[in-house]
Structures are given as structure tokens and as C-alpha cells.
């Protein structure tokens, strides 16, 4: 299981874009890279997930590098519900493991 | 679309009591998944199901156990409630590795 390193909080401000880094050193050759959202009283939800160079959907981006060793969230012009804590998780098998995750406050 | 369903979703209990928590989900997934998430905390693995007939131990299952109904419904018991087992409980399922899909959560109080 590849263990996952990441901020555990960071701040931001409406409009702003938002790049959120977790590290996985020693990340696995058939390791995909997922990124959840939880808001307070909720269960996570799926962001988005990837294995390599960049994906991107209508909520964000996942910037990945060749060693595969860390990987970046991009959320594009933040807002007050983007208040949340964000979870990277790297693994392939079924015993899926969170970290601490990042708590992003969005400020006005 | 109902998704992943949890019951109950609030339950208090006198320690030494016992409890079965049910999540049924109706999308046809493969996997299932129970983790527990205390008061400013992540989420921790309790137990999972890979697939229907399996069940594997997590990170935290102690005080636990689980049986996979079949495909829709993997339920977790507490067969002695200790203070030490407060927390939001979450079902999840995945027919994918990595892409879970989360019930609304239990909140379990163990006086």
C-alpha cells in the first residue's frame, strides 16, 4: 500500500485557483491516483482519478508527473463551498486506504 | 437513484450492548466497503468486501464484524459497544478500485 503525504491545511480566497500536492514515493506500477471531497456530515465524494500526465473534468485537474511519485489537484476559481477536506489516495487493490486528507478554507 | 443506503442513521447505545448497521446500495457493485471516521479525523478501514462471498480485515477491526448478505448488502455489527466505538460510520461500494461511492454515514453514541 503506497502511504500518502499531503498538507493538512491550506488557505485560499474566492476566484483563486487551487493546487492541492500529495506525495506517494513509493507508489506502485498498477497504482491509480484518486482524489476525494468531504464536506462536514457527509461522506466523501469522488473528485476525480488518474495514473499518469493529466486529467481533467468539469470540477478539476489532476497533474501527474512521469515518476509518479506525487500528484497535484487543480480546482480552477475556488468558492465558498470549495471549504472542504481533500483526500488523495493511491492504491490498485481493494483495501483502500485514506490519509489525513487537507482541509481547504476558501475565504471571501 | 438511491446510491449507497445506510440504516440508522443516529443510534445511541449503553456500553455492552449490541447493534447491526445495514447498507444496501443498488448500483450494482462488486465491492463494499465500512469505514468509521471520528470527530476531526479521517476515515479509517474497518472492514471490506472485494466481491460477493469475500470479506478482509482493514486497518481498525477490532470490535467488529461483517457478513456480505449478497451483492446489495453488507451489514456491520457491534456485538459489544465500548465507548471507544463512537463515530459516523460509512458504507461505501465500488466497481472499480478507487472510485467509491459513500452512503450518508451512522452516528453511533456508545455511553
Known amino acids: 500500500l503506497a502511504k500518502t503525504t499531503q498538507p493538512i491545511s491550506m488557505d485560499s480566497y474566492e476566484g483563486q485557483e487551487v493546487n492541492i500536492t500529495c506525495s506517494h514515493n513509493n507508489i506502485a506500477t498498477n497504482d491509480y491516483i484518486t482524489w476525494y471531497q468531504q464536506f462536514p456530515s457527509q461522506g466523501p465524494r469522488f473528485i476525480i482519478q488518474?495514473?499518469?500526465t493529466k486529467v481533467t473534468n468539469e470540477v478539476a485537474s489532476l497533474f501527474i508527473p512521469a515518476d509518479r511519485k506525487s500528484s497535484t489537484l487543480s480546482l480552477p476559481r475556488v468558492s465558498l463551498s470549495d471549504t472542504a477536506v481533500y483526500y488523495c489516495l493511491v492504491d490498485s487493490s481493494y483495501k483502500l486506504i485514506f490519509g489525513s486528507g487537507t482541509r481547504l478554507l476558501v475565504r471571501p | 437513484n438511491a446510491g449507497v443506503t445506510q440504516t440508522p442513521k443516529f443510534q445511541v447505545l449503553k456500553t455492552g450492548q449490541s447493534m447491526t448497521l445495514q447498507c444496501a446500495q443498488d448500483m450494482n457493485h462488486n465491492s463494499m466497503y465500512w469505514y468509521r471516521q471520528d470527530p476531526g479525523m479521517g476515515l479509517r478501514l474497518i472492514y471490506y468486501?472485494?466481491?460477493?462471498?469475500?470479506?478482509d480485515k482493514g486497518e481498525v477491526p477490532n470490535g467488529y464484524n461483517v457478513s456480505r448478505l449478497n451483492k446489495r448488502e453488507f451489514s456491520l455489527r457491534l456485538e459489544s459497544a465500548a465507548p471507544s466505538q463512537t463515530s459516523v460510520y460509512f458504507c461505501?461500494?465500488?466497481?472499480?478500485?478507487?472510485?467509491?461511492?459513500f452512503g450518508e454515514g451512522s452516528r453511533l453514541t456508545v455511553l
Open positions: 461505501a461500494s465500488s466497481q472499480t478500485t478507487g472510485e467509491l461511492f
Open positions: 468486501s472485494a466481491s460477493e462471498g469475500t470479506t
Open positions: 488518474g495514473y499518469k
